[in-house]
């Protein structure tokens, strides 16, 4: 018998549940696209591990335009279980960090439907920050041994997420919306 792994059930699991609101959203395709290009991301990130440092991930990004198109309550779900596939899917470390990186991108994706397109501009880049930094922070209190791997993270992450945001949210919320 083939014994599967708790990654494996957790990422049927987030499948069946990005899958189940792809059917029930009325903008399917454009969630599909966004979903399945911060999936490849993800792919592309497990096996080019040096971007992973970098702070090279589209989950942030497509958690917020998720959020802000299709609202609160799919904002919530959709970080939560897009952050969780990219976590298994990219293999990165989950340890303690999936007890407050998981709710941050879930109040993410609640935050970013609440705020909508307000969060155009400077309000969406300091997200951003705020995410990174609350993270930094329960990274220090909780697993302070991985402060230098998350350190450069942070940084990378901040960087690259505030420049696709502000070159992109605006025009793919307004494509959409």
Not at 76 to 105: C, E, K, Q, R, V
Not at 124 to 150: A, N, Q, W
């Amino acid at each position: 018998m083939i014994k599967l792994g708790w990654k494996i059930y957790l990422m049927i699991a987030a499948i069946l549940l990005l899958g189940g609101m792809v059917i029930f959203l009325e903008k399917f395709f454009f969630f599909l696209v966004i979903a399945a290009a911060a999936l490849l991301v993800a792919i592309v990130l497990r096996f080019f591990k040096v971007l992973k440092y970098m702070g090279v991930e589209l989950v942030t990004l497509s958690t917020m335009i998720i959020g802000v198109v299709h609202g609160p309550v799919i904002g919530g779900i959709y970080g939560f279980t897009i952050l969780l596939a990219h976590l298994i899917i990219g293999d990165y470390y989950t340890g303690n960090y999936l007890m407050w990186a998981i709710p941050l991108y879930a109040l993410l994706g609640v935050l970013s439907g609440i705020f909508g397109t307000s969060l155009i501009g400077f309000l969406g880049v300091s997200f951003i920050i705020g995410l990174d930094l609350i993270s930094l922070f329960f990274t220090f209190i909780g697993e302070s041994d991985r402060l230098g791997k998350e350190l450069p993270y942070i940084i990378g992450n901040i960087l690259i997420n505030s420049i696709l945001f502000v070159q992109f949210f605006g025009s793919v919320v307004n494509f959409v919306s």
